[in-house]
């Protein structure tokens, strides 16, 4: 596969993009359709490629219309009736799944591909960012933007490593050959592709089997998962106080997180997490752990990355931080699955212990509020206040009945409310709240910006 040019069907995907500037700085023209504009695709445009925003022909660049020399690489999100995707297929271009691609880097390198439910954008920017701080660094495709480098991609033109954000959503990480795999959660999601549970769990062990036999596989304690590793695979267990990677003596204060990591044979004391929030340790374990078994981590790389590691854009990212015991904060966080909702809450509750939360949900997918409402409701009643706002449908039509109404009468709390996107800002900026969280993997992350600037013209 060595194409003259690539065009993107769903180009303003995260991970789509992180293709896009892959295949941009090997110089190969570039050009996409995406819905709607966003600043992603504002940043691809000025990078170099050309992205439309109408759903036909005429906005194909004319090279892109020849079979001959043209990859197309395009998103399941992106529905099959999409005009250019239809012609592509029609017309017997050479048409992958971006999951295939991230497969063929796979298979030219020594891939760290990180899976699960929740908690692999974070660990495997981690685990970018320590390769990157070391002399070894590698290529990264990400599913989020990694502050401090402004990018969803790293690149090496030396580094026989890279690192993958494997994507369970339409088995795309079955795509992959990891040289070394980690899974850090298998809570079901997606059961609109999956069904149940247990095709849910079938999926990742199958994904384990795919592991190449000189490489390793490293679960978080306590899955309900039976892996499937080919022979020769090294398996290990990571987590919070066991596993054989661990962290130890965890010690929290005044803002700041220590722990020592604990690996077979030894411990690296006093490492600092650069983004001190409770669930962190878990991915920092996860992170190091898949470093150390490329033999490339000293303790002096351990203890500088993670100390330095700058946290992914909407992975538990503040926007207000005002100092003193009466200080607001504005976080917005990527949660869209009722366990990580759980998790941010009890973050947030760990950071300002006795202050009064307010959270903010954007629900993501019709699909996920119905199957999961329940969850939701409970994680969402661990808040004092709590903003709901409309379904963000993203690839999917609306379904009959489900709205964020079914989540929102089950709530048990009181001081609960259901708008709009569009009213959010001027609803927070007439409530007195202490600590807002934003949650969802929907767009109300664009109205935080606007929230906080809104404050500080009134003050």
């Not at 990694?146 to 969803?152: D, H």
């Not at 090496?156 to 850090?184: C, G, K, N, W």
């Not at 898949?290 to 990355?305: D, F, M, N, S, Y």
Request: charged residues 25%; glycine residues 8%.
């Amino acid at each position: 596969m060595n194409p003259e040019r690539v065009y993107f069907v769903g180009i303003g995907g995260i991970g789509m993009a992180a293709l896009a500037r892959y295949y941009m700085s090997l110089g190969l023209p570039v050009a996409g359709y995406d819905r709607t504009p966003t600043p992603l695709t504002a940043e691809l445009e000025a990078e170099g490629a050309a992205v439309s925003f109408a759903d036909s022909m005429d906005a194909v660049p004319e090279a892109f219309r020849r079979a001959e020399g043209t990859l197309v690489v395009y998103t399941p999100a992106v529905p099959a009736s999409n005009v250019p995707l239809s012609f592509f297929r029609s017309e017997g271009f050479d048409v992958r799944k971006r999951a295939y691609v991230l497969g063929q880097v796979t298979r030219s390198s020594k891939g760290l591909c990180f899976a699960g439910t929740h908690g692999k954008t974070t660990t495997s920017s981690m685990a970018a960012h320590v390769l990157h701080s070391g002399d070894t660094g590698c290529n990264a495709f990400l599913g989020g933007i990694l502050k401090g480098y402004n990018s969803n991609l790293m690149l090496s033109a030396t580094s026989p490593y890279s690192v993958i954000e494997a994507d369970e959503y339409d088995r795309s990480f079955h795509q992959l050959t990891p040289y070394i795999a980690v899974i850090t959660a298998t809570d079901p999601d997606h059961l609109d592709i999956y069904g149940t549970e247990e095709a849910y769990l079938e999926s990742f062990a199958h994904f384990t089997s795919l592991i190449r036999p000189d490489g390793a596989l490293v679960v978080h304690t306590g899955l309900k998962l039976v892996p499937r590793p080919a022979e020769g695979v090294r398996v290990y267990t990571y987590g919070r106080g066991d596993g054989d990677f661990h962290a130890a003596n965890v010690r929290t204060g005044d803002g700041t997180i220590f722990f020592d990591f604990v690996y077979p044979g030894g411990v690296m004391t006093d490492i600092e997490l650069g983004v001190p929030v409770d669930v962190n340790v878990d991915n920092a374990v996860a992170a190091l752990a898949a470093v150390w078994l490329t033999g490339t981590l000293t303790e002096e790389l351990a203890r500088k990355a993670i100390s330095t590691y700058p946290g992914v854009e909407r992975r538990f990212e503040f926007h207000l931080k005002e100092k003193g015991p009466a200080g607001r904060a504005v976080i917005d966080d990527y949660a869209h699955h009722p366990d990580e909702l759980r998790r941010s809450i009890e973050s947030v509750r760990a950071l300002y212990p006795g202050r009064r939360l307010t959270v903010a949900f954007q629900p993501h997918l019709y699909t996920r509020t119905r199957d999961f409402a329940p969850e939701f409701a409970e994680a969402l009643s661990m808040a004092d206040e709590v903003l709901l706002i409309d379904i963000y449908p993203a690839r999917e039509e609306p379904i009959e009945g489900v709205t964020s109404k079914i989540i929102f009468d089950r709530i048990k709390i009181d001081d609960k409310v259901m708008i709009s996107k569009e009213d959010f800002v001027g609803t927070m900026k007439n409530r007195n709240f202490e600590i807002l969280l934003t949650v969802g993997a929907g767009d109300l992350s664009f109205e935080v910006p606007r929230l906080v600037k809104e404050i500080a013209t009134d003050e």
